[in-house]
Every structure is written in C-alpha cells, then in structure tokens.
C-alpha cells in the first residue's frame, strides 16, 4: 500500500469465475498467519482522478482491502484474498463492525497480480455499513472458507477522517 497520497495500483478487471474471493481471506490468512505483524498494518488513503482510496494494509506495501470512491457517486469496496470455490452460488459477503452484522451481495473480480478472484461490492454513499467504518472501532471479517468470523478484528481508528478526506465526493447523508 502507498503512502498517503500515492497512487495504487489495484486488481485489475475480470469476470467472474473459478477461484473467487471474499474479505477473510486477505485479513485471516495473511494477516493473521503472520505475513504481516499487526503493527505492520494501518489504514492510508489517497486521491484519484474520480475520487480517492481509503485503504488497510502495510503502508508503502500491499492493501488487504478497500474502499474507492469511483466518481459515479457510489463506493467500491475490495479485499484482497482467495474465495471458495462455490462463492459465485451465494456471492454474500458478511462483515460485523462494532458487533453489528452487515451481509451484502458481492461479485467477483479477477486479479491478474494475484492469478485469483477477489471479492467487490459496491455501495451507496449513504449505506449503513460505510457509515458504520467511518464511525465505529472495529471490524471483523466472516471467513467464507472456514465458515466462521475471523479471530482477528480491524481497528477503524482514524477511518472516519480518511473517509472525509478521500471519499466525501462519493459520501451522502
């Protein structure tokens, strides 16, 4: 992941397919198997042309997950990780911020970085669950493949500012 205000160059574009991607994958098996230590981890965010990137990862490094304002004035959120095989079957993504459970339709997308699919949403400005990260303390990602929430949580310190300063163009009340 770049320092802040660094371009990032993110999974490229495909169809769904094959191997597909959710969110625990990227938190609960890199971050978590020690590929990276927690204070390795931070949240970042950067402008684009349509908008910005708020971004959790290892800074200067790799991003494990997303949220991009895309200029349409909807929000995209990516994880980087490798999805079960059946996910295209029930293409959900659950995420609990604060205790508080968020199940959303996902797609996949192919990256070529990765050579696998990783999991993508998009959102209103105004959802619920984007509003949840920009205010809340902690995120924890449901492991598709294990079926279960991942031990690990996300600290959102710091998400709420970012979100303002790179999202605001995609951000409604």
Do not use: H
Request: aromatic content about 10%.
């Amino acid at each position: 992941m770049p320092a802040p205000d660094a371009p990032l160059a993110m999974a490229g574009n495909g169809a769904p397919g094959r191997k597909a991607g959710v969110v625990a994958a990227a938190v609960a098996l890199c971050v978590w198997s020690g590929a990276a230590t927690a204070q390795d981890l931070a949240w970042a965010g950067w402008p684009t042309d349509e908008g910005g990137v708020v971004a959790w990862g290892i800074p200067e490094s790799d991003a494990f997950l997303s949220f991009t304002c895309n200029g349409s004035g909807t929000v995209d959120f990516w994880n980087d990780g490798a999805l079960p095989d059946d996910f295209l079957k029930s293409p959900q993504i659950r995420v609990k911020v604060d205790g508080t459970e968020f199940s959303f339709r996902a797609d996949a997308r192919y990256s070529e970085m990765n050579d696998a699919y990783e999991g993508t949403a998009t959102f209103a400005g105004n959802d619920p669950f984007l509003k949840a990260v920009a205010s809340g303390s902690s995120m924890q990602i449901y492991d598709l493949i294990n079926d279960r929430y991942s031990s690990g949580t996300i600290p959102l310190k710091g998400t709420g500012r970012l979100f303002a300063r790179y999202l605001s163009g995609c951000l409604t009340d």
